[in-house]
């Protein structure tokens, strides 16, 4: 006999798996610790108040930063810049230092902004929310800047659906 709530996790999971949503490099700041990786559990959460909501593995270095931080970074990249999206989803903070290795600025509250950012946004965090293995981070975005290559294709799920993260989920 078929369990019902069984047959239904691979049905959400296939889902999932099909679906080609954005994908997101969030980077943030606790004093001289910088942090960031690549995210697809991510969203506009709310108009008004403007809300923005990521999920971030509770291994991940970006993590460990983030429970100190006090602002997220979110950055959205064109197509062309795919390397940049999937260097910062295969290496990991605890081995190298990220932001030694790509070109980056200083952005509000110091928080690191990655030049070859297509858009940005930068968000106080209003609440924390244990997700499961993800920690659900509520942003208030509040600074940004977008360029043309907004309007460009952006790095989707698709783009990196094969890469071997930096930290198992
Ligand atoms: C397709 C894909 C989606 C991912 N989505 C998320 C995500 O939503 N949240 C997250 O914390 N990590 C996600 N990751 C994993 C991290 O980007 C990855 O483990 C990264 O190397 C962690 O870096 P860090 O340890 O420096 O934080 C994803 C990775 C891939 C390949």
Redesign the pocket.
């Known amino acids: 006999m078929v369990n019902e709530q069984d047959s239904t996790e691979p049905a959400f999971e296939q889902l999932v798996g099909q679906l080609d949503y954005p994908?997101f490099v969030v980077t943030t700041r606790a004093s001289d610790r910088l942090?960031?990786?690549?995210?697809?559990?991510?969203s506009q959460a709310s108009i008004n108040p403007s809300r923005f909501f990521v999920?971030?593995?509770k291994k991940?270095?970006?993590?460990g930063v983030a429970q100190d931080a006090e602002y997220l970074a979110v950055h959205v990249l064109a197509r062309e810049h795919v390397d940049l999206a999937r260097f910062?989803?295969?290496?990991?903070?605890?081995e190298i230092d990220?932001f030694q290795q790509c070109q980056w600025h200083e952005g509000p509250h110091g928080l690191p902004i990655l030049d070859d950012a297509a858009a940005w946004f930068v968000g106080r965090i209003v609440r924390r929310i244990d997700a499961g293995d993800?920690l659900g981070v509520l942003m208030e975005p509040f600074d940004g800047a977008t360029t043309p290559a907004a309007a460009e294709e952006l790095v989707s799920?698709s783009d990196?659906?094969d890469?071997e993260?930096?930290?198992d989920?």
């Open positions: 994908m942090s960031g990786c690549l995210v697809g559990f991510a999920g971030l593995s991940n270095h970006t993590f910062f989803g295969s290496e990991t903070g605890d990220k993800h799920f990196v659906k890469l993260p930096g930290h989920a």
